[in-house]
């Protein structure tokens, strides 16, 4: 993603709206932390590289959603594979038991963040639904254990 020259904020935005789908300008502040004017500016640079859009709300007309455009897909689809690549490189640095300690390790990890996150965990709570896909010898894609389906 660096050859696309964008700051992390942009990043983010771009990524926010590849997993969450379109939102509001409004909310893509809220996450970043940073006010209206900002936020609407930083879209605008997004817009005018041709990463996103601005859509119509059908039910509030005042509201204009935005979404990922193809090229914005696009991109996030080339960032995702570069780092796939980037981690199973790393995965062929450790032997299958090492692999097994490290998918435990991220596993636990990114439940622990998501109980950040969701303010309701505790170090305590730190066995969830989700397991690190061992396919990538610890990856962050992830898999939900009773279905087995990527999340």
């Not at 809220?30 to 997004?46: F, H, I, N, P, Y």
């Not at 455009?69 to 038991?97: C, H, M, N, Q, Y």
Request: proline share 6%; aromatic share 2%; glycine share 10%.
């Amino acid at each position: 993603m660096k050859e696309g020259g964008l700051s992390p904020s942009q990043l983010n935005t771009l990524m926010r709206l590849h997993y969450r789908g379109p939102c509001p300008i409004s909310e893509v502040g809220d996450d970043l932390g940073v006010t209206a004017a900002a936020a609407s500016q930083m879209v605008e640079r997004l817009v005018q590289q041709g990463l996103i859009e601005r859509g119509e709300d059908p039910q509030d007309r005042r509201l204009r959603p935005i979404r990922l455009t193809a090229d914005g897909k696009a991109l996030i689809a080339r960032g995702v594979e570069a780092r796939v690549s980037w981690i199973e490189s790393l995965r062929d640095a450790f032997g299958p038991k090492e692999r097994a300690g490290v998918t435990e390790m991220l596993t636990r990890l990114t439940q622990a963040v998501r109980n950040l996150d969701a303010d309701e965990g505790s170090p305590e709570t730190l066995h969830g639904t989700d397991s690190v896909s061992p396919q990538l010898g610890g990856s962050l894609v992830r898999k939900n254990k009773e279905t087995g389906i990527p999340s």
